[in-house]
């Protein structure tokens, strides 16, 4: 059964850094696409990353140059880093994976505060 577990949300102050990570069992991640979506209270779900199984990544432009995501297939994990935070970051931040388009399924979220 394909199970992403996700760990590393909290509280950080603006300009702060987090990262989150998305663990993946009952799948081999090497043949998953794999996104960071955003949900904040009031608005709808948007994609923040994404990076395929050739490596390649793409950004939302309000998060180029600020978050970075990256894969370690031998781990079968995700990584988001998080740098120079923003009250506007604050979410519930969520890992997706697909195969071929699909969606195969999503992670159990991570509240991230940014707040002084």
């Known amino acids: 059964q394909l199970q992403l577990v996700m760990s590393g949300g909290g509280l950080v102050q603006p300009g702060g850094s987090l990262r989150l990570s998305c663990t993946a069992s009952?799948?081999?991640?090497?043949?998953?696409?794999i996104g960071w979506f955003r949900q904040a209270p009031g608005k709808k779900r948007e994609g923040v990353a994404g990076?395929?199984?050739?490596?390649?990544?793409k950004y939302a432009d309000f998060v180029q140059g600020r978050f970075t995501i990256s894969r370690d297939n031998a781990k079968k994990t995700i990584y988001l880093q998080m740098n120079s935070l923003e009250p506007e970051d604050t979410a519930v931040y969520y890992c997706?994976?697909?195969?071929?388009?699909?969606?195969?399924?999503w992670g159990q979220g991570a509240q991230v505060t940014v707040s002084s």
């Open positions: 009952g799948f081999t991640l090497d043949w998953y696409a």
């Open positions: 990076i395929y199984t050739s490596g390649l990544t």
């Open positions: 997706n994976a697909k195969l071929s388009g699909h969606n195969a399924g």
